[in-house]
């Protein structure tokens, strides 16, 4: 049986693997191409945006994690799916399919972080 220290110090290895991209094979953990437009059908459709925000901002009062801007890896984003941590429901592929994961993951990528307040016009009138 291993020691606490030595399973937590392969525990934070794992994760510094994983999200350096190292454990999710030769590709680097690159997503698979799909189409934002599908994707932000689908993101409506399995109404990710209940928990998530329309625009990946995250849910209210803790609803749900902010997915975008820069979301994190595919693959941590799919084990996600499939598997959650927490309430998260699950959305095994007879349900969400590979490639409907990939438009939607397409379609959180590609939401880009809006203005700052200060540089909003209105906002600065005060």
């Known amino acids: 049986m291993m020691s606490k220290p030595l399973l937590a110090g392969a ?12 454990a999710f094979g030769a590709d680097g ?4 191409s799909g189409s934002p437009e599908r994707g932000r059908d689908l993101y409506m459709k399995n109404q990710c945006y209940s928990c998530h925000g329309t625009a990946g901002q995250g849910g209210e009062r803790g609803a ?3 997915l975008a801007p820069n979301p994190f890896p ?3 984003f799919e084990m996600q799916v499939r598997q959650p941590r927490g309430v998260m429901p699950r959305y095994p592929q007879q349900f ?10 397409a379609y959180i990528a590609g939401i880009e972080r809006g203005p700052a307040a200060k540089d909003i016009p209105l906002l600065n009138r005060f």
């Open 74 to 76: 595919y693959a941590a």
């Open 64 to 66: 749900g994690p902010r």
């Open 29 to 32: 953990g690159q997503p698979p």
């Open 11 to 22: 525990f934070l290895a794992a994760l510094l693997a994983a999200a350096s991209g190292a």
């Open 96 to 105: 969400v399919s590979a490639q409907d994961l990939a438009d939607i993951y």
